[in-house]
Antibody
């Protein structure tokens, strides 16, 4: 059974940093592209970032480019999102999501999602 | 970047009604289009991928169609458990943009 478990969320002041983790199990982690998707309170889904299975290709939404960094440790089956220079508008539930196929590519839909971790940016 | 526009943003219909949600891409994406359902307080759930392929386990009253820039999600007979927000998503290439969502309620 595929499981994705996010952690690392919490309350942080504007300008601060936070690192999210997503522990994966139940599939060959290194074979799948992975993404982070966020949802601000009462708002829609926003794709944030994606990384290929090897980690060699990364992509970002314009809203986070230059502030967030996606990475993965395939030896630990874990996906990360380093978030710097956080703003109030980054307040959201952050989900990790798994690409559907074992292609390692990022241009795939999401068959599995984690339960999400809440990030609150406030002074 | 390609923008994804959903309409309507919300709708209210009766149980048993046929409803259609539209998703329009600002440029062609062939059939790289997925639909998700998100019930209140829950994680998004994949309904349809490749514009018209029903994900395993999803009731057959859900269907998708379209190609290029115009896509539709249809619920043939709305049920009470279908109350949710529905999102389209393009996945031909990054950014993997979502539409703004369509909130479906029961009249």
């Amino acid at each position: 059974e595929v499981q994705l478990l996010e952690s690392g969320g919490g309350l942080v002041q504007p300008g601060g940093s936070l690192r999210l983790s997503c522990a994966a199990s139940g599939f060959t982690f290194s074979s799948h592209g992975m993404s982070w998707v966020r949802q601000a309170p009462g708002k829609g889904l926003e794709w944030v970032s994606a990384i290929s299975g090897s980690g060699g290709s990364t992509y970002y939404a314009d809203s986070v480019k230059g502030r967030f960094t996606i990475s993965r440790d395939n030896s630990k089956n874990t996906l990360y999102l380093q978030m710097n220079s956080l703003r109030a508008e980054d307040t959201a539930v952050f989900y990790c999501a798994k690409g559907a196929y074992s292609s390692g590519r990022t241009n795939e839909y999401f068959q599995h999602w984690g339960q999400g971790t809440l990030v609150t940016v406030s002074s | 970047d390609i923008q994804m526009t959903q309409s309507p943003s919300s709708l209210s219909a009766s149980v048993g009604d046929r409803i259609t949600i539209t998703c329009r891409a600002s440029q062609g994406i062939t059939n790289y289009l997925a639909w998700y359902q998100q019930k209140p307080g829950k994680v998004p759930k994949l309904l349809i991928y490749a514009a018209s392929t029903l994900q395993s386990g999803v009731p057959s009253r859900f269907s998708g169609s379209g190609s290029g820039t115009d896509f539709t999600l249809t619920i043939s007979s709305l049920q009470a458990e279908d109350v949710a927000t529905y999102y389209c998503q393009k996945y031909n290439s990054a950014p993997l943009t979502f539409g703004g969502g369509t909130k479906v309620e029961i009249k």
